[in-house]
């Protein structure tokens, strides 16, 4: 075994051994609106949920270099609401194209060719093109400082209102989710994706 000591190493080395390990990962496709009504989309693969009788999400959003939220944290924590998408393998590419930097002023949904649909119970209007997707409102807010009580990460608990599933998806009567029917997109390590592949069953022993 290689034995590393994670204070030896730098930021982005231990970065680089965590992302690269904990895969494959979901990816949270997440509408948010501005202030000034300006339509947020970006893709976020720190996501993830917990056990809870309540119906809750996790977005880790880090901060930019000058410290600053990202506009998908700062919307949430500002207008306390998203939607978030989960994505197929058959939006790969304008989901990687809204993950582009731009102006405030900017929408993503001007470099794709995607159509919004209006949420039932938030302001922020959702994308008709992903099978699943999730009205929420912020529920929590954790920064997570680093060393130097620097806040490196905005950690965002989400409360779903609503649940959608395309029809070919969900068994109403049973709850159950086709992921083959899904097919969900998840992010490995740097730049690469990967999907589901086969899966198996095991039953737990008594």
Sequence with gaps: MIHLKSDSLTPAENYKLISGSLVPRPIAWVNT????????VAPFSYFSTMPTSIPLVTLAIGRKADEQPKDTAQNVMDRKEAVIHLVGEELAQPMNQTAATLEKDQSELDLINLSLIKSNTIEVPAMVEPKVRFETKL????????EEARIMTDL???????????EKILDKESLHVNIKQLNPLARIAGPNYATLGESFSMKRPL
């Design 33 to 40: 609106l501005s202030k000034k009504n300006i339509l947020n």
């Design 156 to 166: 965002l608990v989400m409360r779903i209102t609503d649940f959608y599933f395309d």
């Design 139 to 146: 529920y929590d807010h954790f920064p997570i400082k680093d």
